[in-house]
């Protein structure tokens, strides 16, 4: 089943990776109008064309994205323009001191073995593990990964967001 099949409302970011780790909206869902596959992604997200999507946007790109937006067919579409509160995502820079479980977002061949694996498809699909404490997202700050840690933070399946994923080469060339 769709994690958004009886969802009649999302807000959507269309922002930078970097706009939204630095400034993340409560309950909002990243898909970068700016990155590969916006309108595979928001499709993919959102099955349903009658959903109401409110957009967060650039003031610059902001035109375009709804354009864009209902040409793929969403009839209910509305920018944010009300003042936001925004505050960064949650980073830690070493896994080695965490006390809960870890779900690394990354590719299959990039995650670590002492993680749990979860890819953005399956959390799509209403299969994210559960942990009663919750997890600490392990992603490389990519489109995808932004994508997956932002619908597992709006279901609440996540507390703190991203490894610092240079921070991490330097902890696997020390190994």
Not at 37 to 42: A, I, S, T
Not at 53 to 64: A, N
Not at 158 to 163: D, E, G, P, R
Request: include cysteine.
């Amino acid at each position: 089943m769709h994690i958004f099949t009886d969802r009649k409302h999302i807000i959507i970011d269309t922002r930078s990776e970097k706009e939204f780790i630095e400034h993340h909206i409560e309950n909002s869902v990243f898909v970068g109008f700016h990155g590969v596959g916006f309108k595979y992604w928001l499709e993919l997200l959102l099955p349903d064309k009658n959903i109401d999507i409110e957009v967060i946007c650039d003031e610059q790109s902001c035109q375009k994205i709804v354009s864009t937006i209902t040409g793929l067919g969403y009839k209910n579409v509305s920018v944010m323009t009300n003042a936001i509160e925004a505050a960064p995502l949650a980073t830690i820079s070493s896994l080695s001191n965490v006390d809960q479980k870890v779900l690394d977002l990354r590719q299959r061949d990039e995650s670590q073995t002492d993680t749990d694996y979860l890819p953005v498809t399956e959390i799509i699909q209403g299969k994210p593990l559960y942990s009663e404490s919750g997890y600490v997202v392990h992603s490389d700050r990519s489109y995808r990964s932004l994508i997956a840690v932002s619908l597992l933070k709006l279901l609440g399946f996540c507390k703190l967001i991203y490894v610092d994923k240079h921070e991490l080469e330097q902890q696997k060339k020390l190994k």
